[in-house]
């Protein structure tokens, strides 16, 4: 297994391989993701993580950028790379793939037109 030194890293991509998002083309995201990367010289800057189901498959394929906390829903191989473009350009609209974003307290539905899902109970200092 291999141990990354990760000090310098700007951004984690974690890319869901569960099986909902494998079926609306998952793989290919991988691979263009990580693609977009070797292409664009961010392999110091830019690390992947495959992940497991993360819990939004209607929303398939679910790909989440830390530490600025977006979730990106329906990513195609074209918004993937977008995405590895965006982790160096903040300021890169890409408004329309976003589900969720973290506003440093808490995460915020971004796009309204994807079903809520099922409400998580809430515990404070539990
Ligand atoms: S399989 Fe990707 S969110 Fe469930």
């Known amino acids: 297994m291999t141990t990354w030194n990760l000090n310098g890293t ?6 869901c391989n569960g099986s909902s998002c494998m ?9 263009a993701i990580r693609d977009e990367i070797s292409h664009l010289n961010l392999d110091g800057l830019i690390h992947t993580t495959r992940t497991r189901c993360n819990g939004r498959c209607k929303d398939a394929c679910v790909v989440i950028v830390y530490p600025e906390g977006t979730w990106y829903k329906a990513v195609t191989p074209a918004i993937g790379r977008k995405i590895v473009q965006k982790c160096m350009k903040p300021e890169m609209e890409l408004q329309e793939s976003v589900l969720y974003q973290y506003d440093f307290e808490k995460f915020i539905k971004v796009n309204e037109q994807s079903i809520s899902g099922i409400e998580k109970p809430v515990k404070i200092g539990g």
Do not use: A, D, P, Y
């Open 23 to 31: 079926r609306k083309g998952g793989e290919e995201v991988t691979q």
């Open 10 to 15: 700007n951004s984690h991509v974690l890319i």
